[in-house]
C-alpha cells in the first residue's frame, strides 16, 4: 500500500530565508507526487506535481520540488519564503483505480509559520 | 467559472441527526472525491465517483452515502450523524484522462461540521 510521511508536523521560518519542507513516500511503481498548499479556511490548491521527466519541477509561487527515486523523497523548496507563505503544506501520492480515476494519498501535512 | 464549490460552509448538528452535504462543479469532469480532514491525519477518502450514476468505497466509507445523479453534483450523507463524524469535508473533481495518477484533482474550500 502506499504512504507518505511528512516528518516535520510544524516548521517556523523567517521572511526571506530559505525554506524545504520533507516528504517520503511508499509505492510500489512509479510515483505520481504532488504538492498542495492550503491557507486557512480555504480549500486545497495544487503547487506542483511530477509524474515524469525531469526531477526537479517548478510549480507556482516560487515553489519547486525535486523527485529523488533513491532516497523516496520529493522534497519541496522555496528560495525566500514571503510572509503570505504561512500555511500548511500537503504531499500527497497517485495511482489509478479501478474504475477509472486516482486515488490520492496524502500525508499528515506541515504547518508553516513565517516570523517577520 | 466557480471551479469546485461546497454547500454548506459549516453546520452543527446534534447526535442522530442526518444531513446532505452538496458538491457542485462546473468544470464538466467525470470524477469526483469526498475527502475529509481530521487534525494530524491529511485527507482521507471517504467515496468517490467516476461518473454520473456510479459510487465507490475510499478509505472510511462507514457512515457516509454518497449519490451522483446529476455529472456535475455529488452529494455526501450523514444518515446518523456520530461525534467522530465531526471533521472539515473536501470534495475534489478531475477530467477524466489517462486515469494512472497523474490528473490534477481541484478541492472545494471545504465544510466544517461539527457534531454535539
Known amino acids: 500500500a502506499q504512504s507518505v510521511t511528512q516528518p516535520d508536523i510544524h516548521i517556523t521560518v523567517s521572511e526571506g530565508a530559505s525554506l524545504e519542507l520533507r516528504c517520503n513516500y511508499s509505492y510500489g511503481a512509479t510515483p505520481y507526487l504532488f504538492w498542495y498548499v492550503q491557507s486557512p479556511g480555504q480549500g486545497l490548491q495544487l503547487l506542483l506535481k511530477y509524474f515524469s521527466g525531469d526531477t526537479l519541477v517548478q510549480g507556482i509561487k516560487g515553489f519547486e520540488a525535486e523527485f529523488k527515486r533513491s532516497q523516496s523523497s520529493f522534497n519541496l523548496r522555496k528560495p525566500s519564503v514571503h510572509w503570505s507563505d504561512a500555511a500548511e503544506y500537503f504531499c500527497a501520492v497517485g495511482r489509478g483505480i479501478t474504475g477509472g480515476g486516482n486515488k490520492l494519498t496524502f500525508g499528515t501535512g506541515t504547518q508553516l509559520k513565517v516570523e517577520l | 467559472n466557480a471551479g469546485v464549490t461546497q454547500t454548506p460552509k459549516f453546520r452543527v448538528l446534534k447526535t442522530g441527526q442526518s444531513m446532505t452535504l452538496l458538491c457542485a462543479q462546473d468544470?464538466?469532469?467525470?470524477?469526483m472525491y469526498w475527502y475529509r480532514q481530521d487534525p494530524g491525519m491529511g485527507l482521507r477518502l471517504i467515496h468517490y465517483?467516476?461518473?454520473?450514476?456510479?459510487?465507490a468505497k475510499g478509505e472510511v466509507p462507514d457512515g457516509y452515502n454518497v449519490s451522483r445523479l446529476k455529472k456535475q453534483n455529488f452529494l455526501l450523507g450523514l444518515e446518523s450523524a456520530a461525534p467522530s463524524q465531526t471533521s472539515v469535508y473536501f470534495c475534489?473533481?478531475?477530467?477524466?484522462?489517462?486515469?494512472?495518477?497523474?490528473?490534477?484533482?481541484?478541492f472545494g474550500p471545504g465544510t466544517r461540521l461539527l457534531v454535539l
Open positions: 475534489a473533481s478531475r477530467e477524466a484522462t489517462g486515469g494512472r495518477g497523474q490528473e490534477t484533482q481541484y
Open positions: 468544470m464538466n469532469h467525470e470524477y
Open positions: 465517483s467516476v461518473g454520473e450514476g456510479t459510487t
